[in-house]
């Protein structure tokens, strides 16, 4: 399995970006895929989840203005990120699993497979 991130960059405060995360090498559809972020000298932290049934799951720090996606047709996942903050800069990555279970989606251990990841750096 391959993910490629991309969609990172510069914008203000407020402003909206929308990453998208290229799947390939294995069929899309049974994998969850997690989107974390690192920030400089922080550890990666959990964003948002979408698994197979397309339920998904949000940190408290984004709900309400990220919203993770799926197209299971052209193997791809986004992520749209609205109101941005300062807060959210960091490198943005997409993770998949096969087997993950829901109680550990938010563990970056749980994920087999990680895109190299896409930097968004909001400023003020």
């Known amino acids: 399995v391959q993910l490629q991130a991309s969609g990172g960059g510069l914008v203000q405060t407020g402003a909206s970006l929308r990453l998208s995360c290229a799947f390939s090498g294995r069929t899309f559809r049974p994998y969850t895929i997690g989107w974390f972020r690192q920030a400089p000298g922080k550890e990666r932290e959990f964003v948002a989840v979408i698994n197979r049934s397309g339920n998904t799951r949000y940190d408290d720090s984004v709900r309400g203005r990220f919203t993770v996606s799926r197209d299971n047709a052209n193997f791809m996942a986004s992520l749209q990120m609205n109101s941005l903050k300062p807060e959210d800069t960091a490198v943005y990555y997409c993770?998949?699993?096969?087997?993950?279970?829901?109680?550990?989606?938010?563990?970056?251990?749980?994920?087999?497979?990680w895109g190299q990841g896409t930097l968004v750096t909001v400023s003020s």
């Open positions: 993770a998949a699993s096969q087997t993950i279970i829901s109680s550990a989606y938010e563990n970056p251990v749980g994920y087999a497979f």
